[in-house]
Structures are given as C-alpha cells and as structure tokens.
C-alpha cells in the first residue's frame, strides 16, 4: 500500500489511486486529491477527429479504471517497485510505480492494451499548490499559461501543449508532471492531467489501437520551478542511461567531454560543424534569468567562434585554451563553433 525512501512516502489507495506524496523534510503533503487516477473520456470532435480536442468532452461524465490487483514487484537496496493492472472501457493497463533511494521522482511505467473507439484516456492528480500561472516547456525555454477560464483566451486554453514537463509551482514549493512522450495538458482549477491515448475512427479507423508503452511521473520540489531540478528530472527520464558490457574497466571512469559550471544553462547539442570544420556546441538559458557560467572541455581547442542557428557569420570570441566565460540573457540560444 506504500513506496517510501529517505525523502517521499507515497501511499495508495483501494482504487489504485495514488492518495499521498508525504515529503519527510518539510513535513507536507503534495496531494489535494488523488494523483495516477486514470479516467476515460468521450471523444467526438466536431470537425478533424484525428486532431481536434473538444472542451466539452468536459461536461460528460468519465469512467474511471478499476484496480484488478497490486502487488509489490522488486524491492531492492536502491529502488522498490509495485505493480498495478487496471481495467477500463475494453482496455487493460499495466503500469510499475517506483521510487529510488535518493530522489523525490514518482517513477511510472505503463503498457496499455488499447481497444477503444473514440475515447480518450487521460491520467489526472490534484496536487497541493495554489497558482495562478503553470509553466510548460517549450524548445529551448518554457512559457506560462493561466490555470483559471476569466478570460475567452483562457477559456480556449483547455488543452495545450509541453515537451517533456509542466509544472504547478508557488514560491516555496511545486509540484511537476513528467512525461517521455506525451505532450497534451489540462492544468485547471487544481486539476493536472496528461492525455495518454485518443481512438479516432478517421481518416484511419484502427488508428493507434494496440499496445502501447510510455513512463510519466510526479516530481514534488522545494521552491518555485525557476530554483528546482525539474528540468534534469525531465532530461533524465527523457535521457535514460544506456549500460553495455566491458570486458576491463577503463582507467579513466569518469569523463564529460564538456562540462558547465554555473545555473540555468543548458548544453542541448554537440554537433560536426556543416562545413566540416570543427564542432558545434548549441546551449540555452532555460529559465527565463540573466545569468553567467563556464563552459570547459576536456580537450584544449585553438579558437571558439559564435554563429548563428544556420552556422553563419562567425565571430571569433576566443583563442586557444579549454575554458570560456559566456553571459546569457532570458532564454538566449548561443551557437559555438569549436576548432579543435
């Protein structure tokens, strides 16, 4: 009925729910209602089915899954595991809840066996946290959007998009919505839910039946998303870490071939150069500050050179050496050409 480590406990409910995410240090709780609660919507747009969402898919009344068993997967030193089976409408999910021994990140793994014809199948928590705004990532950057309908423009907000997190945050504390391939979001009235699957019978009337398998997750932080990881946690889901036998350990165990040291600057892409000529490195400011870092390599190169997005009108910034100070403004995208 729990997964708890030195940070979170996190316990459920009869129905599958997840009823609390108890952070141990500050002693609060990170639900105002139940979260991993998977609900199955109608879904009849007027025009465009495949691609249209309707808000008043709203006004209907959805099924919720039911809990076919639980039980506990793998509990080891360093994570314990719980699995779940649902079922819902003519479909079954399957999904492995984990927790790790040093993050507050509720890992949640689902395969669904998806059998529905214009459903939608959603998955909504009710976090505690009071805001008036939630922040989205967007490319390079993230962008905010009202969680109230006072305005027409809010009202046709229903559903919007985020790459790989949203996030409902006050000053000392949030709450994020991870995801590694899911995009579409309802943030509203202290409900935050992910569209998961759609059942269109047009153009394409066996369109995305099957199985299918994606991981989200809830990261419960202190402070706001601006002075939080939420946007490694999010890399990392996105990223996982690829293992590959070896038959001797290398002598050197550790190594990043460039590194940065500073906040809110992100290295997104290392790249051969078009030209052929050199690498280069794209970094951003990810959350909207003006900040300053360090850029090193572990390699010495014999000049840096800043371009734009189509690699053109160099600017020759710095000499040879393997350490560069660089200055971002608000969500400034810098392009680096590196001769090495």
């Not at 995410?21 to 002693?27: A, N, P, R, V, Y």
């Not at 079954?92 to 509720?106: F, G, H």
């Not at 560069?324 to 680096?336: D, G, R």
Request: glycine share 6%; net charge negative.
């Amino acid at each position: 009925d729990f997964l708890e480590n030195k940070f979170i406990k996190v316990t459920f409910g009869k129905d599958g729910t997840i009823t609390s995410i108890f952070d141990k240090d500050s002693s609060r709780e990170f639900l105002a209602g139940p979260a991993n609660r998977f609900l199955l919507w109608e879904d009849y747009p007027n025009n465009w089915e495949a691609w249209d969402i309707n808000g008043f898919y709203r006004e209907t009344t959805p099924e919720q899954a039911v809990l076919e068993y639980r039980k506990v997967s793998y509990s080891g030193k360093y994570t314990a595991e719980i699995e779940q089976r649902f079922s819902i409408g003519n479909s079954i999910i399957e999904q492995k809840i984990r927790v790790t021994e040093d993050s507050r990140l509720v890992e949640i793994a689902n395969r669904v066996e998806w059998n529905e014809e214009r459903k939608m199948l959603r998955v909504q928590a009710e976090p505690a946290v009071t805001a008036s705004e939630a922040s989205y990532e967007i490319q390079y950057g993230t962008i905010k959007r009202s969680t109230h309908t006072n305005t027409s423009w809010d009202q046709a907000l229903f559903e919007v998009p985020a790459h790989r997190f949203a996030d409902l945050s006050q000053p000392d504390h949030g709450f994020a919505l991870l995801n590694d391939c899911k995009y579409g979001h309802y943030v509203r009235n202290g409900i935050m839910d992910l569209t998961l699957l759609r059942s269109p019978k047009h153009p394409d009337p066996a369109a995305d039946i099957g199985n299918h398998e994606f991981t989200f997750g809830y990261y419960p932080h202190k402070g706001d998303l601006v002075s939080s990881d939420v946007l490694e946690k999010a890399h990392e889901m996105n990223s996982p870490v690829y293992t590959a036998a070896v038959k001797e350990i290398p002598a050197e165990k550790v190594k990043s071939f460039f590194r940065i040291s500073g906040n809110h600057v992100k290295l997104e892409v290392i790249k051969k150069a078009e030209d052929g000529s050199g690498v280069i490195l794209r970094l951003y400011e990810t959350m909207g500050t003006d900040t300053e870092v360090t850029l090193y390599s572990a390699e010495h190169w014999k000049s840096v050179s800043e371009t734009d997005l189509m690699e053109d009108g160099e600017k020759k910034i710095a000499d040879e050496g393997n350490e560069l100070s660089l200055v971002f403004t608000p969500f400034e995208i810098k392009s680096l050409k590196l001769l090495v």
